[in-house]
């Protein structure tokens, strides 16, 4: 069997700020295959986005390794990071951010191709109608485009260079219901087509019961249960999920949250 397209092993992740030690992450252990959708929840400072930022290799960690497709790329350096820019792609919650509001969406979306020196080839327009996003938008600037239009065009972005796994923190956080839920769509159409691995962290447990083939719940740094949704949401082992799976909102009559309904 071919190995995961994303392991982590027994990562531990400790900052220091203030002369004080936080420790974001103890000894978690998760792996990712081809076509999964691992779904990190817990509450605010439990480490997710930690994981994320490790888990793309953003950051390194001080304990464990971190492997894609089996190669240990834990401490590698920029350099060597590089090529594994194409393999990786983190997606973070805030589009603003991450789109310069000087660039169209059209060179927003083509600038990883032009910093690998990639060949264009109406890059662009394949992109945008990968995610969704019109044609006519591709010429305007980050302003004039809606939440949900500027995140199809930082997920266009993150496939640029046909990435097989997406880390997604929070990706649908900073949208309204609607626009989270058709982003979420997107990207379960996008894993059916291109066979990537999902790993997406939200403290949305809607979002998690929706989209993951696979939950982790994580507390103070740790994972500490995790499993399939229907298991680990229905029948939650560990009190902090139960406690976690309690906090979720009623559900509002009719659709739920604007979540749309899923038989699987
Ligand atoms: N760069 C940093 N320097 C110092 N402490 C940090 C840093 N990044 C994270 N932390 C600390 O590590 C812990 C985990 O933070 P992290 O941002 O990973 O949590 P989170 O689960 O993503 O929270 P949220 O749901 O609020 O986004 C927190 O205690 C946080 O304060
Ligand atoms: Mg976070």
Not at 136 to 158: E, F, I, N, T
Not at 239 to 264: K, Q, S
Request: glycine share 8%; net charge neutral; charged share 25%.
């Amino acid at each position: 069997m071919s190995p995961p397209l994303l392991s982590l092993e027994r990562i531990g992740r400790t900052y220091r700020a203030g002369g004080r030690h936080v420790r974001a992450l103890e000894e978690v252990s998760l792996s990712l295959h081809a076509g999964a959708r691992l779904v990190l929840v817990g509450e605010s400072g439990s480490g997710k986005s930690t994981l994320a930022r490790v888990a793309a290799r953003h950051e390194a960690p001080d304990q464990g390794r971190v492997l894609y497709e089996g190669v240990d790329v834990t401490h590698a350096s920029q350099a060597e990071l590089r090529p594994w820019r194409r393999f990786v792609q983190l997606v973070l919650q805030d589009p603003d951010l991450a789109i310069d509001p000087r660039y169209t969406l059209r060179a927003a979306i083509r600038e990883p191709l032009v910093v690998q020196g990639w060949p264009d080839d109406g890059a662009g327009a394949r992109l945008a109608a990968l995610v969704g996003l019109s044609p006519a938008l591709l010429d305007a600037y980050p302003h004039q485009a809606s939440g949900g239009q500027k995140q199809r065009a930082v997920l266009a972005r993150a496939l640029a260079l046909s990435p097989r796994v997406l880390v997604l923190d929070e990706p649908t956080a900073a949208l309204d219901a609607s626009a989270a839920a058709h982003v979420l769509e997107l990207l379960l159409e996008l894993q059916d087509r291109l066979r990537i691995g999902l790993l997406l962290v939200t403290h949305d447990l809607r979002v998690a019961r929706f989209f993951a083939t696979e939950v982790a719940v994580l507390h103070q740094g740790r994972v500490v249960e995790g499993g399939p949704p229907a298991r680990v949401l229905d029948d939650p082992q560990h009190p902090i999920t139960r406690a976690l799976v309690d906090a979720v909102p009623p559900a509002p009559a009719g659709r739920a949250a604007a979540l749309p309904e899923r038989d699987e």
